[in-house]
């Protein structure tokens, strides 16, 4: 069976600062380096986990396998909402996520801040968009090189408006 998009997903949470206060981002992540879903939250329990979960399995198929840290939680929420999937915890089976959560983190440093939860989470989802678009993930701007694709995806996106 060949890999499909969605197939695998690599599930992880980081801290962002917001309001001086750190807030956790869950993010996810498909094996091709799409970005999935974004939740910020000011926790990191079952109810977040559960939110972000059910988040990312409505924007399509569910995954074969998920691979995340070895939090607690993870578990018992992919038994519960994901029975079918084979659930990988092995050290280093997350370093993908793991250093995609670099790119973000570049993004936000020279910032001022955030300073509500909401900012964390639209600033990240914009993020995850044009990562996505540059990665020729969508239907935007395929026809030019991997240089010029996010100008050529926005005048596309102009044009439909």
């Known amino acids: 069976m060949s890999a499909q998009s969605w197939d695998r997903w690599f599930v992880d949470e980081t801290y962002v600062k917001v309001a001086g206060r750190w807030t956790y981002l869950y993010r996810a992540i498909d094996q ?3 970005v999935i879903d974004v939740l910020a939250s000011e926790r990191r329990d079952l109810a977040a986990a559960r939110r972000f979960f059910t988040r990312a399995l409505s924007h399509g198929r569910s995954p074969v396998e998920v691979t995340t ?4 939680v993870y578990p018992r929420l992919l038994d519960e909402q994901l029975p079918t999937a084979c659930h990988v915890d092995t050290a280093r089976a997350n370093n993908r996520i793991e250093s995609d959560h670099s790119r973000l983190k570049a993004r936000l ?3 001022r801040g955030l300073k509500r939860l909401r900012s964390a989470q639209t600033i990240s989802a914009g993020h995850a968009l044009i990562q996505n678009v540059r990665r020729g993930h969508y239907e935007l701007g395929t026809d030019t090189g ?3 694709r996010l100008t050529a995806a926005f005048d596309e996106l102009a044009l439909a408006i």
């Open 146 to 148: 991997p240089r010029l």
């Open 69 to 72: 840290d070895r939090a607690a």
């Open 32 to 34: 091709f380096g799409q």
């Open 109 to 111: 440093r020279p910032m």
